[in-house]
T-cell receptor
Framework: AQSVTQLGSHVSVSEGALVLLRCNYS??????LFWYVQYPNQGLQLLLK??????LVKGINGFEAEFKKSETSFHLTKPSAHMSDAAEYFC????????????FGKGITLSVRP | NAGVTQTPKFQVLKTGQSMTLQCAQD?????MYWYRQDPGMGLRLIYY???????DKGEVPNGYNVSRLNKREFSLRLESAAPSQTSVYFC?????????????FGPGTRLTVT
């Protein structure tokens, strides 16, 4: 079985500051990892995903995440926050090689201060 | 190309009433999913359909039924609504269950049961 831990429910940063949203996973087999973003009153949209290969993954809107197997982590970063980044962010995992379902973390709300 | 569409967008039910949430995708995806989203709980899988003609229970199936009508459509039915089913419901689809194929989400149905 797999699980995802997103510590904290809310992160607040100033516009232009570094964004760091943490995600740790548990999986008995190598995982595929995803970050999704949800803007207010909308569905979820894929930001980026890790499957195999390069451990640093770049996504849309300047976000990137690094898969660290030794730390079982997949933290999401963006060098400079923009007001439009305010949203809820979800990390999700599915085991490699199986016709499996995504397991989502509880989500983190990102606020951006002017 | 509309992606994943859901109807209705909003619904208010009285306890004991029944209703069906509709979902359709035009991406020729094999797999479809129903989730519910509650504050602080992330997304929890209710039911999924790995391919046309198959359905399976997810994490929170009690009180719900599903029908995979054809490859495009996947409906969720509440036979006797309860206040605990007040939630936002999302439908999603993917080329193939889990794996490296991201899920595409609909805009959601906000359901209130009084």
């Amino acid at each position: 079985a797999q699980s995802v831990t997103q510590l904290g429910s809310h992160v607040s940063v100033s516009e232009g500051a570094l964004v760091l949203l943490r995600c740790n996973y548990s999986s008995s087999v190598p995982p595929y990892l995803f970050w999704y973003v949800q803007y207010p009153n909308q569905g979820l949209q894929l930001l980026l995903k890790y499957t195999t290969g390069a451990t640093l993954v770049k996504g849309i809107n300047g976000f990137e995440a690094e898969f660290k197997k030794s730390e079982t982590s997949f933290h999401l970063t963006k060098p400079s926050a923009h007001m439009s980044d305010a949203a809820e962010y979800f990390c999700a995992v599915t085991p490699y090689g199986a016709n499996s379902k995504l397991t989502f973390g509880k989500g983190i709300t990102l606020s951006v201060r002017p | 190309n509309a992606g994943v569409t859901q109807t209705p967008k909003f619904q208010v039910l009285k306890t004991g009433q029944s209703m069906t949430l509709q979902c359709a995708q035009d991406m020729n995806h094999n797999s479809m999913y129903w989730y519910r989203q509650d504050p602080g709980m992330g997304l929890r899988l209710i039911y999924y359909s790995a391919s046309e003609g198959t359905t399976d229970k997810g994490e929170v199936p009690n009180g719900y039924n599903v029908s995979r009508l054809n490859k495009r459509e996947f409906s969720l039915r509440l036979e006797s609504a309860a206040p605990s089913q007040t939630s936002v419901y999302f439908c999603a689809s993917s080329e193939q269950g889990g794996r490296a194929h991201e899920q595409y989400f609909g805009p959601g149905t906000r359901l209130t049961v009084t």
